[in-house]
Structures are given as C-alpha cells and as structure tokens.
C-alpha cells in the first residue's frame, strides 16, 4: 500500500518576490510550508544575493516546470567598477582591483557586440557539473576549473543609467543559461575597469511578469488560512500558464480517464485538428496530460493527476 503523502494537494504557480538573502531551496521551503503543499519545486535558481521572480510550482505544476525555465528572462542589474572577485559579483572575494573608470559613452559603445547571440564563460561559481561535481563545489575548494564557454542569447540589453561614477544599472532581456555575473565581468575587462554584480533583480521568466509576484512576508502573513480558500486561492495560478506556447486541445472526459491510464486518443473525424509535438491537453478545464501528437492520435506522456484544483 502506497504511504500517504504529508500536505495538501496544492496545485498551481506562486510567482513569489524573492528576497535577497535566501537561497532559492530555501524559499521553496517557506512557500511549500505556508501552502502545506505536498510537493514544491522552483522554476529557475536565483541567486542568494539577487532578488525577484522565482516561480514556484506546487503538486501537479512541478510536472512543467521545464517549460517555464526555458522561457525568456529579463534582469535588471547594477555593475560595481573597479574590483573583480572571484565569483563575479559581491559575495566573493575581490581578487584584483583597478582605478580606471567608464564614461557612459565607454559602455553605450559595447552593448551592441553583447546583443544577439553571444559566446558566454560561466563564472567559476555555477552550477555547471564538471566531472560529476557543481563547479562551485570545486571552487570552494581552491580548485580552478576550465568551464567551457557556450552560446546565449541576449535580445535586449540596455544601459538604464551610470548611477555614479563607480556603478551603472542595466537591463537585459535573454535566453535560458545567460550568467548576468558573466556579463558584468566581460563588461568590467573590455572596459579596462574590471567589474562585477553588486545587485541583482529577475523581473520575468517566460510567461510569468513582475506585475504577477506577490512577496514573501505577504505569503507567510496568510499562512493561517487554508490553501483552498479565496484569499490563497488569488495568488495561485493554474498548472497551464506555464505552457503558453504550446498547443492546446480539450478532450471529452472519457476520452481524459484513457489518457489518465496511458493510452493514446485518436483525432477522429473531418474536423479533427492537425497537430504535430507536444500538445497541452485538458478536458472540463482541468489538465490532463502533456501528449505527443503523431499520426492522428495524442500519446500520453506526462499525465496530470484527476483534480479540480489546478
């Protein structure tokens, strides 16, 4: 007989305002607790110092949480001139130092060759495996390793404003595995000035906005009401907003209990769609499944559990 799982069964998005200071393990933690939820992950780490848009999902969003990471995210960052550390942004260790300082027009002037497609060296502290082990783990011992560079893309990089004469605010629109350390420190050697991140804000990941997060004190202000009631419930969005691009189809709910146990549902008819890939599938507005299309038919593939909440 399969144990119980602990919690309630929770299922949805919070798009939380991460707090800078906290790990993002740690918040998961804090919202699965607030929601009792049974089952917690995020989409796409932040770093301790940086804060914003963590999208965290519950129960049965965990299951696309992928497709979330793979969106587009925007950052807005301020560069610190004058000093590299070893970890490219405030946390680290200064390891060289530069008087040299950039004008606006100095950095207008490189923006353009970090637009596009670009060719990007992860910090030596990332979460990158090397031989089996996280790279920060490496350089937490002492260890230098030789991180393979790989291409981004970066579809909007702007100077915001030269906050002073030590420090300039950014912002950047970019793909899936953009370090903005990396950024800050390419920027501080092109620029002769060495620099690294001082602060750190994601303001969207795919589909999920800033206008969308709700914060952390908030979150854990409403902890002592259920997670099925209304005021909990506003903050919770549906399993599927996560895959905004990706077809969609309702089926019957027949047609959703074969589905539930695995088994392909034909297109019939003259009218049937022509799809092709993964297709989202819901019957009576509950998720059902992400199918493959193929052949005239959807085959299951990852299968959402028989629920009413999403």
């Not at 300039?168 to 620099?195: H, I, M, N, Q, W």
């Not at 089926?251 to 092709?276: F, H, K, N, T, Y």
């Not at 019957?283 to 499944?289: E, K, L, Q, T």
Request: net charge negative.
């Amino acid at each position: 007989m399969a144990r119980k799982r602990k919690g309630d069964p929770v299922n949805g998005w919070i798009i939380l305002d991460k707090p800078s200071g906290i790990t993002s393990t740690q918040a998961v933690a804090r919202v699965k607790r607030a929601f009792n939820a049974q089952k917690a992950g995020h989409a796409g780490t932040l770093d301790p110092l940086a804060s914003g848009l963590l999208p965290i999902a519950l129960g049965e969003a965990t299951k696309v949480a992928s497709f979330a990471m793979d969106g587009v995210k925007m950052y807005r960052f301020t560069v610190c001139w004058g000093a590299a550390t070893n970890t490219d942004d405030t946390e680290g260790t200064v390891v060289e130092t530069c008087d040299a300082r950039p004008s606006a027009e100095d950095i207008e002037a490189i923006l353009p060759g970090y637009t596009g497609i670009i060719t990007q060296t992860p910090p030596q502290f990332s979460a990158i495996k090397v031989d089996g082990e996280r790279a920060y783990d490496l350089a937490r011992q002492g260890e230098s390793v030789a991180l393979e560079a790989r291409n981004v893309e970066i579809s909007q990089l702007d100077l915001v404003r030269p906050c002073d004469e030590d420090h300039a605010e950014f912002e950047a629109e970019c793909s899936k595995g953009t370090y903005v350390r990396s950024l800050a420190r390419d920027f501080g050697r092109e620029l002769g000035c060495l620099g690294h991140i001082c602060a750190l804000r994601r303001t969207r990941v795919g589909p999920f906005h800033e206008s969308d997060m709700i914060s952390l004190d908030k979150l854990e202000g409403l902890s002592h009401i259920a997670a099925g009631s209304e005021p909990m419930k506003e903050f919770l969005r549906p399993v599927e907003t996560a895959l905004d691009d990706i077809p969609a189809l309702a089926i019957s709910r027949e047609e959703a209990a074969r589905m539930r146990q695995g088994q392909p549902v034909i297109l019939r008819g003259r009218d049937a769609p022509i799809l092709c890939g993964t297709v989202f599938v819901s019957s009576h507005g509950s998720p059902v499944a992400l199918a493959e299309a193929k052949q005239g038919a959807l085959h299951p593939k990852r299968v959402f559990a028989a629920t009413d909440r999403v």
